[in-house]
């Protein structure tokens, strides 16, 4: 073989290579970091284990507030309209949370089966519902 063709078919393979270890790089980062959505009856069908972050959307369940009188920790129930799911929370609620409206959580399930939420999104407006949730409850009715 030609030592220029030589030279040629090395400098196509190492840059084929280096392009193949670069996107194997980018899709294990980005696979690493992706937030899986769950519904309340994903959740309590799937065995999820304890301590593992995920998010869960639904509607909060009308009547299922509670507050604790002189600290931020409350509990509430969110629903799919199939499955509801105990949620505890410590911390400030969006101005925008609400009974009967949408809400995304971050957070764990702990070993009792409650999910403890450390981060809660609440809709923005009164025709807005987060995306997931939207497709969710549709499937569902």
């Known amino acids: 073989m030609n030592p220029l063709r030589k030279q040629r078919l ?43 972050e995920i998010r869960v959307g639904g509607m909060v369940k009308k009547g299922s507030v509670y507050r604790e009188t002189n600290s931020l920790k409350l509990s509430f129930e969110i629903t799919d309209f199939e499955e509801d799911l105990v949620i505890e929370y410590e911390g400030i609620l969006p101005d925008l949370f609400s009974e009967e409206a949408g809400v995304v959580l971050k957070g764990t399930i702990n070993s009792k089966g409650v999910f403890v ?15 997931e949730v939207a497709k969710t409850l549709k499937q569902k009715k």
Do not use: R, W
């Open 10 to 52: 090395y400098v196509v393979l190492s840059i084929f290579l280096g392009t193949a270890i670069a996107v194997l790089l980018v899709f294990q980062g980005l696979s690493k970091s992706i937030n899986l959505f769950y519904s309340p009856s994903e959740i309590l069908k799937a065995q999820i284990e304890a301590g593992t």
């Open 117 to 131: 939420a450390h981060e809660v999104l609440a809709k923005h407006d009164e025709n807005y519902m987060p995306p």
